[in-house]
């Protein structure tokens, strides 16, 4: 029989410094990166395959995210019509990517979207039971210390709110999600570089976040924003900053590395726009947890809380980078 061996005296154990890094980083590590791996392969395999694939993946993401939005709502008693924010959201990269003139597709399908949201969230069509358990649920896993004062308990009913109210978050919804949605599918149109494109306005807020995590949670000690997110630093953005410059520039250097004596800067500009910009989207989704009163907008992603907590700094810098693609001719 082999007897067991004791751990060195001193050494420190596994599972305290698991513990340790999750309490640091706000998330189960182990999960979150399990869990970011598997989304890595699904997008990547998504490109290889075909753009077409990749805008039905971020269709995908889309609704998901809607359904989110939809659930978080209604927690405080807001509606939005979730079904036709769907169809919206699917004719409006649809129509971005396939027409022609992919900026007059998407404005033109942008303001038709815009009409029927307004429309239908004046009124109130139910999802049979479905919406009620997602809203129970939700209700019943807030931290009530959270929620005080902001919405109702999980044994209340929401509160009622006017119709203008509800015009107003749907077409908040409209603009967050599907609209924002667009630049990543508009990115696809131009310059001949649609997969680099993809991986530039996919990846690099994700490696931003990827870097403000670590970054934030090992050298943290000058708070951003405590009010809004007590675990956001000025060493977490700095670092958000350098990872996306460092991501922006392999990017560069692999795709474009014909242009890097004339156009070193833009990876630079990339990097710190997507560093700034991404963070400010964490702070504003932050911001309308805060306000609803619940800690993360879904539980689909294990370590990543929702789709909405994952794709929020992913969406607010796509505009800016596909602008900056565009304008550089990248």
């Known amino acids: 029989m082999v007897d067991n061996v004791s751990k060195p005296e001193g050494s420190p154990d596994p599972q305290k410094v698991v513990e340790e890094i999750n309490r640091k980083a706000g998330r189960n590590m182990p999960q979150a990166v399990a869990t970011a791996a598997l989304l890595i392969v699904v997008?990547?395999?998504c490109l290889l395959i075909s753009l077409q694939t990749f805008v039905v993946l971020v269709i995908v993401f889309m609704i998901l995210a809607?359904?989110?939005?939809?659930?978080?709502?209604?927690?405080?008693?807001?509606?939005i019509p979730v079904i036709t924010l769907w169809l919206c959201s699917v004719g409006m990269l649809l129509a971005t990517f396939?027409?022609?003139?992919?900026?007059?597709a998407m404005a033109v399908s942008s303001i038709v979207a815009f009409l029927a949201v307004v429309v239908m969230s004046t009124m109130r069509v139910t999802l049979g039971s479905h919406l009620s358990?997602?809203?129970?649920?939700?209700?019943?896993?807030?931290?009530?210390?959270?929620?005080?004062?902001l919405g109702p308990s999980s044994d209340a009913?929401?509160?009622?709110?006017?119709?203008?109210?509800?015009?107003?978050?749907?077409?908040?919804?409209?603009?967050?999600?599907?609209?924002?949605?667009?630049?990543?599918?508009?990115?696809?149109?131009?310059?001949?570089?649609?997969?680099?494109?993809?991986?530039?306005?996919?990846?690099?807020?994700?490696?931003?976040?990827?870097?403000?995590?670590?970054?934030g949670a090992w050298f943290g000690r000058h708070k951003l924003s405590p009010r809004i997110s007590p675990k956001k630093s000025v060493e977490g953005l700095i670092g958000s900053m350098l990872f996306a410059v460092i991501g922006a520039?392999?990017?560069?250097?692999?795709?474009?590395?014909?242009?890097?004596?004339?156009?070193?800067?833009?990876?630079?500009?990339?990097?710190?726009?997507?560093g700034i910009v991404g963070t400010f989207g964490d702070l504003c989704a932050s911001m309308l947890k805060r306000d609803i009163g619940?800690?993360?907008?879904?539980?689909?992603?294990?370590?990543?809380?929702?789709?909405?907590?994952?794709?929020?700094?992913?969406l607010l810098a796509a505009p800016f980078l596909t602008v900056l693609l565009w304008m550089t001719g990248m």
């Open 98 to 104: 396939y027409f022609p003139r992919h900026v007059e």
């Open 66 to 79: 809607l359904w989110e939005l939809r659930v978080d709502f209604a927690t405080v008693g807001l509606h």
């Open 43 to 45: 997008i990547v395999g």
């Open 157 to 215: 009913e929401p509160p009622v709110h006017s119709r203008m109210s509800n015009v107003a978050v749907s077409v908040f919804s409209l603009m967050y999600v599907p609209l924002l949605a667009g630049s990543i599918v508009l990115s696809l149109t131009f310059h001949g570089h649609p997969v680099a494109h993809a991986i530039i306005l996919v990846f690099l807020p994700a490696l931003s976040d990827t870097g403000g995590l670590f970054a």
């Open 294 to 314: 619940i800690k993360d907008m879904g539980h689909l992603l294990k370590g990543h809380g929702g789709v909405m907590d994952r794709v929020d700094s992913i």
């Open 133 to 149: 358990l997602a809203v129970a649920g939700k209700l019943a896993a807030s931290d009530p210390g959270e929620r005080d004062g």
């Open 249 to 274: 520039v392999a990017v560069f250097a692999s795709t474009y590395a014909h242009l890097w004596s004339t156009m070193w800067w833009v990876p630079v500009v990339m990097g710190v726009m997507v």
